[in-house]
């Protein structure tokens, strides 16, 4: 899988920075928008600058209904009606003629695709499966890190984390990650690079990770 940072707090030389976040994921099978940051404007001149089309997604995962998260879905469905659109089973209002399908527990949307499905009431992730594991994607981690990576645990072992962390500092979790990307929001950023040192990728826009 490849995924590329098209949207967060940093960025590289070149392409916005902004708070929010969103990334671009590819696996075998699609190509996945994972959230869309808080500016549609932003977002999309971002996608171009990486040379990554919008009609190329064919999916969009909404991990929650946050503006930093979901500010650029509007601009981004614009530009792609074809798009499946993934979100919190209590999230509505989404009027496009893309499909839209309601998560409320953890599923297998593709082979070796999954989601946990709206955690607490708050928030979805998404894990992708690889051939060192299970790479979990993640929003902001509202419902905590270890609920999010329990609710993956039946599809496979965590090989890796990437996206916004909020206030998680139980780092003892991430030991047998790895590879370790915090983004976005993370509270604890320093703290987790500094510990993880080997495994840590720091993030920002045009960052790409490729397991």
Partial sequence: MRITIVYDNTAK?????DWGWSCFVETEERNILFD??????????????????????????????DFDHIGGLSAFLNSNEKADVYIPSSFRGIRYPNAVHYCDEPQEIYHGV???????????????????????VIGCGHPGVESIMNSVSPF????????????????????NT????????????EQIMQLYADKCVEGGVGRVIEI
Avoid: W
């Fill in 178 to 189: 790895g590879i370790i990307c915090p983004a976005h929001c993370t509270k604890y950023k």
């Fill in 13 to 17: 030389a070149g392409l916005i920075p």
């Fill in 114 to 136: 999954y989601l946990t499905g709206e955690l607490g009431k708050r928030e979805q992730s998404m894990a992708v499966n690889t051939e060192r594991g299970l790479v979990l």
């Fill in 156 to 175: 496979g072992e965590i090989y890796g984390v990437v996206g916004g962390l909020h206030d998680f500092n139980n780092f003892d979790i991430l030991e």
């Fill in 36 to 65: 869309t940051g808080g500016n549609g404007r932003i977002l999309m001149k971002n996608l171009k600058n990486l040379s990554i089309k919008p009609e190329s997604v064919n999916d969009v995962v909404i991990s929650h209904p």
